[in-house]
């Protein structure tokens, strides 16, 4: 069983910065696709950024001001948040899946009935 739990949210002034911790645990292969994601109320869940053995992939919206890693244990995805604005607002989920489709498909198409997924974190932007 594949779990990931999220920390690290919080509210924070446009222009500000935060950084989405997601730990994950169980037997997935770290060499598969993995992810951050948001949804805010009314809308579809939005792809952010993604990390794979190719490499990161970014949306357009967050492309220069978010960072997504992977610590040293191999367990430990991160999403460095900078010079946030007020749209970055939303619930934001870690997600990871085997790599059965690119990065990039992956970030337009994931539902979450298909891979393992957090509980979500809330990040409010706000002044």
């Known amino acids: 069983q594949v779990q990931l739990v999220e920390s690290g949210g919080g509210s924070v002034q446009p222009g500000g910065s935060l950084r989405l911790s997601c730990k994950i645990s169980?037997?997935?292969?770290?060499?598969?696709?993995m992810g951050w994601f948001r949804q805010v109320p009314e809308k579809e869940r939005e792809g952010v950024a993604a990390i794979d053995s190719d490499g990161t992939t970014y949306a357009d919206s967050v492309k220069g001001r978010f960072t997504i890693s992977l610590g040293a244990d191999r367990n430990t995805l991160y999403l460095q948040m900078n010079s946030l604005k007020t749209e970055d607002t939303g619930v934001y989920y870690c997600?990871?899946?085997?790599?059965?489709?690119?990065?990039?498909?992956?970030?337009?198409?994931?539902?979450?009935?298909?891979?393992?997924w957090g509980q979500g974190t809330q990040v409010t932007v706000s002044s």
């Open positions: 997600s990871a899946r085997a790599r059965v489709m690119t990065a990039k498909v992956w970030l337009l198409t994931a539902t979450p009935a298909y891979g393992y």
């Open positions: 169980g037997n997935f292969d770290d060499t598969g696709l």
